[in-house]
């Protein structure tokens, strides 16, 4: 990842608010926060595509034996 920050304009009653999160850190929706740079760019998404297979294989080992996820 990069230290670009993505934009996002989250509901706050019956306003938007502003919220800027660094790329590859968690946005307000749950997911991975991606800017535009690292989005067109084959390299890094083909690796964030595998840490998420590898976060998705650990979680799956970690249920089965009973521990819950990480």
Known sequence: MCSN?????????VQHKQVLVRCGYT???GERAIC???SNDARTMR???QHEESVAADNAWL???RHGEM
Do not use: L
């Not at 920050?5 to 009653?13: A, P, S």
């Open 5 to 13: 920050n993505v934009e996002y304009w989250v509901e706050r009653g």
């Open 36 to 38: 535009d740079t690292c």
């Open 47 to 49: 690796e964030i595509e």
């Open 63 to 65: 249920r089965s034996a």
């Open 27 to 29: 946005d307000p929706y």
